[in-house]
């Protein structure tokens, strides 16, 4: 049965490529929706994500489409890999070929610049479906590519979708745990990019495993302040959703957003860092959106909020590390 069951990934990035590896041994059609024609077109071809993702062949079965009407017809998962920026923008042109009975699977980690939503919620917004789940978790896509073991939560107010996600996309590979908390899920994903940047800044910086550590720890304060404010549950925060990813992406070389607050460190503006790659840091734009919720939910943030004035306020560095140390001294 599981075989039978139909795939449609959005976003051809290095996280949709990867999921799209993973996951195609368990689907006997999926379809991967690229936004880029020269791309696709490539992909088509020689079956490699020379951009984003290079030295995997994708399996035949896998098929490539730059038109979002033809990827979504008869899915029965929708997974949306695509940057924040777009996402709503996409799911709107998919949205007139949606079936009733799709369950979407949001595996976008950031929030919605000026509405401050999370993704999920951008989706509900456009499609209106109650079938709609949260993808998140420790991952890295080249390592989730090669076909190295990874642990991922899948979240969603309906045990029943998260149920059958669950089924459908666990494999040898790919194990993955469903939560009942996507706020928790969802914020932990979207703000562990933020601290990941701090944690470049500390790397750049020459500074040591004691900082390094108490970046993390203070770090993870800040998110479930945050996310337990919104709703979220404290204990998802301590779960692979939040303190796994943030470790992950803060210490591992592959994350881009720990590679921008390197270069931040060594003295390049922002707008050359992001100019030099086609990836995307979720983490840079999160900034703003995550100081922004800070101020209306009346949580105090000073990493991040020392994090966008480096982003944004051309605020040194080091500076924005001295004036964390030398903040009034309290109670932990």
């Known amino acids: 049965m599981e075989k039978a069951l139909k795939l ?13 590896l993973a996951l195609a041994p368990r689907f006997a059609s999926i379809r991967l929706w690229v936004f880029e ?28 489409t730059t038109d979002i009407a033809h990827a979504v017809p008869g899915a029965d998962f929708v997974l949306c890999v695509i940057p924040s920026a777009f996402a709503r923008r996409t799911y709107a042109e998919m949205l007139p070929r949606v079936s009733p009975s799709t369950i979407f699977v949001s595996a976008t980690k950031g929030l919605e610049h000026n509405s401050l939503l999370r993704m999920s919620q951008v989706l509900f917004d456009v499609v209106r479906t109650p079938h709609i789940a949260i993808l998140s978790g420790p ?3 080249r390592e989730v590519a090669r076909g190295e073991p990874a642990a991922v939560v899948v979240s969603s107010e309906d045990r029943v979708v998260a149920n059958k996600i669950q089924q459908a996309f666990s494999g040898p590979n790919l ?50 302040r945050l996310a337990a ?38 003295g390049k503006t922002l707008r050359a860092i992001t100019a030099s ?3 995307v840091a979720e983490g840079v734009e999160t900034c703003a959106s995550a100081v922004a919720l800070g101020r209306k939910y009346h949580v105090d943030l000073p990493i991040m909020e020392q994090m966008h004035a480096v982003l944004h306020k051309d605020k040194s560095p080091r500076e924005a590390i001295r004036d964390l140390m030398e903040r009034t001294l309290r109670s932990e």
């Not at 449609?8 to 799209?20: H, K, P, R």
């Not at 404290?234 to 591992?252: I, K, M, Y």
């Open 37 to 64: 024609k020269d791309l696709a077109e490539r992909l088509q071809t020689t079956r490699e994500n020379d951009v984003y993702l290079p030295g995997f062949q994708l399996p035949a079965h896998v098929e490539i």
């Open 175 to 224: 194990r993955l745990y469903t939560n009942a908390d996507p706020v928790g899920v969802e914020m932990g994903g979207a703000l562990k990019n933020v601290i990941a940047i701090a944690a470049g800044v500390v790397e750049g910086l020459g500074m040591g495993n004691n900082t390094m550590a108490a970046l993390i720890t203070r770090g993870l304060a800040e998110i479930t």
């Open 229 to 266: 404010e919104m709703g979220g549950r404290p204990e998802t925060l301590a779960g692979l959703a939040g303190l796994g990813d943030l470790v992950l992406t803060c210490t591992g070389d592959l994350s881009r957003n720990r590679r921008v607050g390197v270069e931040l460190a060594k």
């Open 8 to 20: 449609s990934v959005l976003g051809g990035g290095s996280w949709g490529t990867a999921l799209t």
């Open 139 to 141: 991952t890295f896509a």
């Open 277 to 279: 790659t086609p990836m």
